[in-house]
C-alpha cells in the first residue's frame, strides 16, 4: 500500500512570476492543505484572514518527495494556472462540497476519496441517486504528473476534467451555470474567487482551482520505494555487503549508505511473496513494463487490449 500525500514535486512551476513572488515547497507536505485555521464551520471573517496573507498568493514552485524525484521531468503545471497556496485551499474546499451537485449529495470526494486511496472502492463510480457509471473511478494522485486525464485521454487537461463530473447527469447532475451561481451566492468562495482570480467565479476558474488543489496530491514512499534501494547495493556489493563489520571499516560512507536504507527498509518491509512480484514484473517473461514504466508506472498512453468500448 501507498501513502497518500497532498502536496509534493521537484521542479520549477511552468509560469511567471506574482507580484508576491515564488515559494519553493515539496509537496506531500500537509501545511499545504490542511485547510483555513479555525474550528468548525469556516466564517467570512477567517477567509478574509487568511486571503490577506500575502504569502498564501506567491506562486509556488514545486518539489516532488524523493520517492517520485526520477519523475520530475514529467511535472506539469500551465502557464496559465501557477498554483498558489489560496487557490490551492479553494480547490480543495471545492473538491470536497456536495452542494456542487443537483441534490447536494455527492463531491469530487465521494469518487475520489482520501480513505480510498483518491478512488473509489466500488466497481463502478456512484453517482446523484445511487445512478451507476459504466467504469471505475479513475485515482487522483499524482495527476501532476501528466496532462490527459480520463481513461479515454478526453481531457486534455486537468483543468477540463475537473468541471466534466459537475455536469454529468450520472455523476453530479448539476449544471455549469448552476454551479456557478451557488459559488457566487456565496460569500466565502466570493471572497476566494475574487482574491484568487481577480474577477467573478466562472466555471473555467472552477476547474482551475480544482486542478491546482488535485496537482498537490501525490503518493508517498511505498514498501517497494524502500526496498528498491536496498536491492540495488546487495546486487551491485554482494561480497562488501556480506561483511558489514568489514565493511565498516573498509568503506564507512557505503556502510552508512546501506544500514540507512536498510532500517527504512525495515520500517516499511517488503514481503517476499511482494519481492518475487516485483521480480516477476520487471522480467521478460512478463514484460509489464513495456507499459507501466517510470515512477508512476504508467506511460500515459492509450492501448487497445482487444476488449469492448463500453
Not at 124 to 134: D, E, L, W, Y
Not at 191 to 205: L, Q, S, T
Not at 222 to 243: C, I, N
Request: hydrophobic share 40%; aromatic share 8%; charged share 20%.
Amino acid at each position: 500500500m501507498k501513502k497518500y500525500w497532498l502536496l509534493g514535486s521537484a521542479i520549477t512551476v511552468v509560469s511567471g512570476l506574482t507580484a508576491f513572488g515564488v515559494e519553493t515547497v515539496q509537496l506531500g507536505k500537509s501545511d499545504l492543505t490542511k485547510g483555513i485555521p479555525g474550528a468548525g464551520p469556516l466564517s467570512i471573517s477567517q477567509i478574509k484572514a487568511f486571503l490577506d496573507n500575502p504569502q498564501n498568493h506567491q506562486t509556488l514552485a514545486v518539489e516532488l518527495p524523493e520517492n517520485l524525484r526520477p519523475g520530475s521531468s514529467a511535472v506539469y503545471v500551465p502557464e496559465d494556472n501557477p498554483l498558489t497556496r489560496a487557490k490551492v485551499e479553494l480547490g480543495r474546499q471545492l473538491y470536497f462540497d456536495k452542494r456542487l451537485s443537483a441534490d447536494a449529495t455527492v463531491s469530487c470526494a465521494d469518487c475520489h476519496h482520501p480513505a480510498t486511496g483518491f478512488g473509489a472502492n466500488t466497481q463502478f463510480g456512484v453517482g446523484i441517486k445511487g445512478q451507476m457509471g459504466n467504469r471505475n473511478s479513475p485515482v487522483s494522485f499524482n495527476r501532476i504528473l501528466s496532462k490527459a486525464q480520463f481513461w479515454d485521454g478526453r481531457a486534455g487537461t486537468l483543468e477540463a476534467q475537473a468541471v466534466g463530473p459537475i455536469a454529468n447527469p450520472i455523476e453530479m447532475g448539476n449544471t455549469h451555470e448552476a454551479a456557478v451561481k451557488f459559488i457566487t451566492m456565496n460569500a466565502g468562495y466570493k471572497a476566494e474567487f475574487d482574491k484568487v482570480f481577480g474577477r467573478a467565479p466562472n466555471i473555467d476558474d472552477v476547474g482551475r482551482a480544482i486542478a491546482a488543489f488535485e496537482r498537490t496530491i501525490v503518493t508517498g514512499p511505498s514498501a517497494y520505494d524502500l526496498y528498491e534501494p536496498v536491492r540495488q547495493m546487495l546486487a551491485a556489493f554482494p561480497e562488501e555487503l556480506s561483511d558489514l563489520e568489514s565493511l565498516k571499516k573498509d568503506d564507512p560512507q557505503l556502510f552508512a549508505k546501506f544500514t540507512q536504507a536498510k532500517a527504512a527498509s525495515d520500517k516499511m518491509p517488503m514481503s517476499d511473496s511482494a519481492k518475487r512480484g516485483r521480480d516477476l514484473f520487471f522480467s521478460s517473461k512478463t514484460n509489464c513494463t513495456a507499459c507501466h514504466v517510470g515512477v508512476n508506472f504508467t506511460d500515459e498512453l492509450y492501448h487497445n487490449l482487444g476488449v469492448g468500448m463500453d
